[in-house]
């Protein structure tokens, strides 16, 4: 979607802060002996205590409230009886829709004691996002957000998951401009526009390029001993700096 007014800027930044809270005090639950599904559950409440719906289940009937992906499960992961333990990686993404308005979130953790190589991927995977962002305002070729993810990814010896992107969102949990690539695209011509609505959310790995589903309708796994994290905020695109509408605060 476009802002078309302060109405719709002020109830992006409303959904944005619930699920920004929200994925915030999902990690704050994040110990060795919780189920994903009980890590869901405060997770649902949370949303519906806040009066907003989880936009996976609403839009595509997902099997559970939020998406969990543990250790080699990059994305989409269903919430079920998997125990977490210490030294797991998590992703938890977070989206949602409020008052006919959607926003799309979601973060890394690792569960202590933290690998050398977990520690790694995850600070990658932040200032990945953190490059993009500074590429993404009105006037500038889309592809530049995944020019800058992938450069970060080569300068520290990672790769980017080439079939896993960010998006648009805003009226809708996956609207236009659809599909943003991870790496830089030659042929991507699309020029990002003012008051514009996506996501940006870098897929760093430590060695692969592609996911693939696991069997279950789902979650997108890697193979053993590869691991992905993944940042997300939602932002608007301004001339400048964007507009982020994923802050807890």
């Known amino acids: 979607m476009s802002i078309n007014s302060e109405k719709d800027l002020a109830g992006l930044r409303k959904v944005g802060r619930v699920i920004a809270r929200c994925l915030q005090y999902m990690q704050s639950k994040l110990e060795p002996g919780i189920t994903t599904s009980e890590l869901d559950a405060l997770g649902g409440q949370f949303l519906s205590a806040h009066g ?22 990059a994305a989409h992961g269903i919430p079920g009886a998997k125990v977490l333990k210490a030294g797991d990686l998590v992703n938890i993404d977070v989206s949602a ?36 962002m500074l590429e ?32 648009g969102v805003g009226r809708a949990l996956h609207e236009e401009p659809g599909f943003i690539a991870g790496y830089y695209d030659k042929s991507d011509k699309r020029i990002l526009q003012e008051n514009q609505v ?36 939602t932002l608007v695109i301004t001339k400048g700096k964007p507009l982020i509408m994923t802050l807890p605060a």
Not at 52 to 73: D, M, Q, W
Not at 153 to 162: K, L, P, Y
Not at 207 to 219: K, Y
């Open 52 to 73: 907003a719906r989880s936009a996976p289940k609403l839009t595509y009937n997902f099997p559970g409230h939020t998406c969990i992906s543990v250790n080699e499960e």
């Open 97 to 132: 829709e409020l008052d006919g308005y959607f926003a799309d979130t979601g973060g890394s953790a690792i569960i202590p004691p933290e690998s050398k190589l977990h520690l790694r991927i995850c600070a990658v995977a932040r200032k990945a996002l953190e490059s993009a």
């Open 136 to 167: 993404a305002r009105a006037g500038v070729r889309l592809n530049r957000i995944g020019y800058a993810i992938e450069a970060e990814a080569v300068r520290n010896g990672f790769t980017v998951i080439e079939n896993l992107g960010s998006h």
């Open 198 to 233: 996506i996501t940006i959310e870098p897929f760093i790995s430590s060695g692969a390029r592609e996911v693939f589903e696991n069997g279950d309708g789902w979650t997108l796994i890697t193979n053993p001993g590869v691991f992905t994290a993944q940042y997300e905020h």
